[in-house]
C-alpha cells in the first residue's frame, strides 16, 4: 500500500496521473480541463471510500476506474457545465460586477 501511495504522491500534473494509470486522453481536452480532471478524479475517489482500500492492485483498478470517469466527463463536457469549482457553482461562471462598484473603484479626476 506504501508502494502505491508513494508513486501517487510523485505524480503532479494531469499528464503524469493519466500516464500512470495507462489512460488515454486527447491532449486538448487537458489543456482545457486538467485542474477540472484532477478534482472531479479526487471527488469521485472520496464518494467511493477508496482511502480506505487496502489491497493496492485493487487500489490501482478502482483509482483507474475513477481516473477514466473523471476524464470521460470533460470529453463531452466543459468546466463551466460539469461545475467542479465553486466560481462555477455560484455565479455560473460569470462575475457580476456592478457600474457603481466600478466607478467607486476609479480614481477621481480634477475638474479643470
Not at 17 to 28: A, D, E, R
Not at 59 to 85: G, H, I, M, N
Amino acid at each position: 500500500m506504501e508502494n502505491f501511495l508513494q508513486q501517487l504522491k510523485a505524480l503532479s500534473t494531469a499528464e503524469d496521473f493519466l500516464q500512470f494509470f495507462g489512460v488515454s486522453f486527447n491532449q486538448k481536452v487537458v489543456d482545457v480541463s486538467r485542474l477540472h480532471i484532477l478534482k472531479r478524479f479526487y471527488q469521485y475517489i472520496r464518494q467511493q471510500n477508496l482511502m480506505a482500500q487496502t489491497d493496492e492492485p485493487r487500489l490501482y483498478t478502482l483509482y483507474r476506474e475513477q481516473l477514466v470517469r473523471a476524464y470521460s466527463d470533460f470529453v463531452t463536457s466543459t468546466p463551466a457545465q460539469e461545475k467542479v469549482f465553486k466560481v462555477f457553482q455560484d455565479t455560473l461562471g460569470r462575475q457580476h460586477v456592478s457600474l457603481d462598484s466600478l466607478r467607486a473603484s476609479l480614481p477621481q479626476r480634477a475638474v479643470a
